[in-house]
């Protein structure tokens, strides 16, 4: 498994802390959530078909952690493990396809890896915020929004050729930050 | 001329990503096929709304679940007809006795109950209760007026007693080597450098000899202003006007991130109009991560601007950082009402 290098796995202790707080408080889900969303999130879309399947997985991972958190012990493992547990299983339920899923269902849930390309794309996402505002604007109505050159010209009154020098100083600031 | 050729191959080769998903990627030199990689990536780039959305709806689902865990108590194992009607056919649990009365007292409050839920889907059904609905967009780079080396919007001074007097905005520049003034130092420097104002050089106005702050009212005597930094004006850095200084997104600088962010209510006015849009709110975060000032940009009427300030002013935020350091920032928040 590649090395965890997000602050919030950079000290077990806090996340021990988070987990625990959770579990006494479940109002404090919500900096669990926030710290693996992106990991969760990247974990089912490689294997979702579009964005849609891969969201509605993704709340059902995290609905499924909230009610299954007075039952999670902590093992001195990351957290994202267990979460990642919970994401095979969802997928094995529903696409039946269990015996394809077992690479990453091992019997002992906390014990799920985060692979390589997934931890890449979960690291995309998350510097995708960290852009400039405008730059991250134009990723998020052209990827998400999948908005056209001309309606984004029009929404940030600029040229179209401004856009796409937007868009490419995006993707390249993209390509920098993930190296 | 180069970039712009790539920016063009770029756009086309994820135009077509995107139209067709299952298609082979296009021929690509290799550094748009890099960045193409990337864009493939975001094809399933998760949409923020939804993000928060399963947060609010989380954390909403955890709330009635700790209501739910503090409810439960241990009880004794009642048969099927007790635990369906327990005060009816049950000896009672131990801390309800049981009591035909009581059963009949309970089913006229449930059925009263039962007509109120059924009054008030009506009442919703002609009076449109509204619930609003509010995304927050941070937008950078709107630079509509010119600001201070650092990249904040302040005002400058020289610790004037008289007030800043009027004139005509320097020239505005990428960068700022030498900041506005109207009383000019005795002291030469040895290299001269115009004054300027930092921002896009497409904001520069025609100008009259006399630098100075447009929206002052006094004429003469010259004066920077009650200020500090060795600008303009009453507040304190190198541009003109008034102000403490708030950074722009970009350029090192992050935007702050709303944290504590309910919902504004509804005006009754705007309810029963059926009224809906958007307010466009300027804001500046502190580093405290409260909003400091608040100014309508973009006004909806009808008691709305007002629900929109008052819910902003009562936002945390995760302030704005700057070389790791908490800065107050701009932002600009489209608080947008709608009909659910």
């Not at chain 1, 134009?138 to 990827?143: D, M």
């Not at chain 2, 104002?197 to 009212?217: D, I, R, W």
Request: aromatic fraction near 6%; charge should be negative; hydrophobic fraction near 40%.
């Amino acid at each position: 498994m590649k090395a965890l290098e997000d602050k919030s796995l950079a000290n077990p202790n806090d996340e021990r802390l988070l987990v625990e707080a959770a579990r006494e408080d479940p109002a404090r889900f919500g900096e669990l959530y926030e710290n693996n969303f992106e990991r969760v999130y990247a974990y089912l879309a490689r294997r979702a078909r579009d964005r849609d399947e891969a969201q509605d997985l993704t709340a059902e991972v995290f609905h499924q952690a909230l009610a299954g958190l007075p039952r999670y012990e902590w093992r001195g493992l990351p957290f994202i493990g267990w979460l990642l547990g919970i994401a095979a299983n969802v997928l094995a339920d529903r696409w039946q396809r269990a015996t394809r899923l077992q690479e990453v269902v091992t019997g002992e849930l906390e014990q799920v890896g985060v692979e390589d390309d997934v931890e890449r794309r979960a690291i995309l996402y998350q510097i995708v915020d960290s852009l400039p505002a405008d730059q991250r604007q134009v990723i998020l109505w052209r990827f998400v929004g999948q908005k056209s050159l001309r309606e984004m010209a029009a929404e940030l009154g600029r040229s179209e050729g401004a856009v796409k020098q937007l868009q490419l100083r995006a993707l390249q600031n993209l390509r920098e930050r993930i190296s | 001329m180069a970039n712009i050729s790539v920016a063009d191959q770029l756009d086309d080769a994820i135009e077509m990503m995107i139209a067709e998903p299952g298609s082979a990627p296009p021929r690509v030199d290799l550094k748009i096929g890099e960045l193409l990689g990337i864009a493939a990536e975001l094809r399933l780039l998760p949409d923020p709304a939804f993000r928060v959305a399963l947060k609010v709806e989380l954390l909403g689902a955890s709330s009635s679940q700790t209501t739910a865990i503090a409810g439960v108590e241990r009880k004794p194992a009642r048969s099927d007809r007790e635990a369906v009607l327990p005060t009816l056919f049950g000896a009672g649990s131990q801390h309800h006795p049981s009591s035909r009365e009581g059963f009949g007292v309970s089913v006229a409050l449930h059925a009263a109950l039962l007509l109120g839920i059924a009054a008030s889907g009506l009442w919703l059904v002609n009076g449109s209760e509204l619930t609003p609905q509010v995304h927050t967009i941070f937008i950078a780079d709107t630079v509509s007026m010119p600001r201070t080396a650092d990249g904040r919007d302040s005002g400058g001074g020289t610790r004037e007693k008289q007030p800043e007097t009027k004139g005509s905005l320097p020239r505005v520049a990428r960068e700022q080597l030498t900041p506005p003034t109207i009383v000019v130092p005795r002291e030469q420097p040895k290299l001269a450098e115009d004054m300027t104002l930092v921002g896009p050089p497409e904001l520069s106005q025609p100008q009259t000899s006399q630098v100075g702050n447009p929206l002052a009212s006094i004429l003469g005597p010259p004066s920077n202003g009650s200020g500090s930094g060795g600008g303009i004006g009453t507040g304190h850095g190198g541009g003109i006007g008034g102000g403490e200084g708030a950074y722009r997104v970009g350029g090192g600088v992050s935007a702050p991130r709303p944290i504590y962010d309910p919902d504004p209510e509804y005006s009754d006015e705007a309810r029963q109009a059926k009224y809906q849009g958007t307010v466009m709110l300027w804001v500046v975060v502190g580093a405290d991560g409260r909003a400091r000032e608040i100014r309508v940009q973009q006004s909806l009427g009808m008691g709305l601007d007002e629900k929109a300030i008052q819910a902003v002013r009562g936002w945390k935020f995760a302030p704005g950082m700057k070389d790791g350091v908490p800065v107050a920032v701009q932002v600009n928040i489209e608080v947008v009402f709608r009909l659910l």
